[in-house]
């Protein structure tokens, strides 16, 4: 049975907030994950006291010591998701109970203290209620928020730490990638793979995403937007790309994505994708799919369109994906007719411009 504790969270605002100016300069043109709200949400986690001490905080540092368990041994989780502007100026989130149950597994495949559920919702809750004036008004403007938690015991050895925790900051954003591209162009990794079996690719801990930095600055260096990873086995079969799950859509309609099998990240969005595809009748496979198939499909035009999603950058396009000594072109290099109607639908679900059939939005009072 799921603990159900919940915390009274003490507030201390901010002494000195960012002006009301300051503010409407920077939520003009937020970018992504450059600045930050005015507060931050504080749990701490103890093995005699359980989790306890819940504050709405002024961001700010935090002092470690030197022999904190978190720099020798990376155990660290984290979190990623969205509050957005509603119509009539409410404020919502989106699917925050599947971002909740996401954290706690992934603390337990890290041998980390599982936070209670409720304990995640109602410390996003709180903040949201707080710094809501970030979210910005903008065209697909919302405010990005990180749950992150990492062992706090100071000590040196090879175990699980009793000491943990728990924090959300804020961001105001806009678009992920840099210039409003219509589409992005990944790099295939050869030499480099995100996650084996048995390993840790269906938790979010931040060690993955930096053994996955050098094919991404390989990518970079090679002119792409992102990279892509092939299985861990035979180095054959697409999986994922550095932050974000990926999805085809072939000639008869249908849509084909890499199963989950512990080493993809289950995205949130990827789910969202797939139920709201089969709702409509659309045929959704999770299945393998090897990069020759995809060159091979993308050439004789059986692959119509493909797309990278993740809470960061929703829905986005994918125009070319390079490799070493190849390149190829999926449909006309933009987006493709469901990719555009499902990031429409997606969106509108999540702004309140459309119905959500599914129960996916909380409104925030």
């Known amino acids: 049975m799921q603990d159900t504790t919940t915390l009274d969270f003490e507030f201390e605002a901010h002494p000195n907030p960012v002006s009301d100016g300051d503010r409407a300069a920077v939520l003009a043109n937020p970018g992504f994950g450059k600045v930050f709200t005015d507060h931050m949400a504080v749990i701490k986690y103890s093995a005699d006291k359980g989790w306890h001490d819940a504050k709405i905080l002024p961001r700010g540092p935090i002092q470690v010591d030197p022999a904190t368990a978190v720099l020798h041994y990376a155990q660290e989780i984290f979190e990623g998701l969205k509050a957005y502007r509603l119509p009539d100026g409410g404020v919502s989130l989106f699917r925050a109970d599947e971002n909740a149950r ?111 930095l050098v094919a991404q600055k390989e990518a970079i260096d090679q002119g792409c937007d992102q990279v892509v990873f092939l299985d861990a086995v035979e180095n054959r079969y697409v999986e994922e790309l550095g932050g974000m799950n990926v999805m085809f859509v072939m000639d008869d309609g249908s849509i084909v994505t890499p199963p989950l099998g512990g080493t993809i990240l289950p995205g949130i969005t990827r789910d969202s994708l797939i139920t709201l595809a089969r709702s409509q009748g659309i045929e959704v496979r999770e299945e393998r799919y090897s ?23 929703v829905l986005t396009p994918i125009g070319k994906v390079r490799g070493r000594g190849y390149e190829f072109m999926i449909g006309n290099g933009g987006p493709g007719i469901l990719t555009e109607k499902l990031r429409g639908e997606l969106g509108g679900i999540q702004r309140g411009t459309a119905p959500d059939p599914h129960g996916w939005v909380e409104r925030l009072p």
């Open 291 to 313: 990069i020759d198939q995809w060159k091979a499909d993308a050439q004789s035009g059986k692959l119509r369109e493909a797309f990278a999603c993740g809470t960061a950058a």
């Open 102 to 212: 996401r954290f706690r597994e992934s603390a337990e495949r890290m041998a980390m203290a599982p936070l209670p559920d409720a304990l995640f919702l109602d410390s996003i809750r709180e903040l949201v209620r707080i710094d809501q004036k970030w979210i910005p008004e903008i065209e697909g403007g919302s405010l990005y928020l990180r749950p992150f938690m990492f062992a706090s015991e100071v000590f040196l050895g090879v175990k699980p730490a009793s000491e943990y925790l728990y924090m959300v900051i804020a961001s105001p954003a806009g678009a992920y990638f840099k210039g409003g591209a219509p589409s992005v162009t990944l790099w295939v990794s050869e030499h480099y793979t995100r996650a084996a079996p048995g390993g840790t690719g269906a938790a979010k801990c931040g060690g993955n995403y930096a053994a996955s």
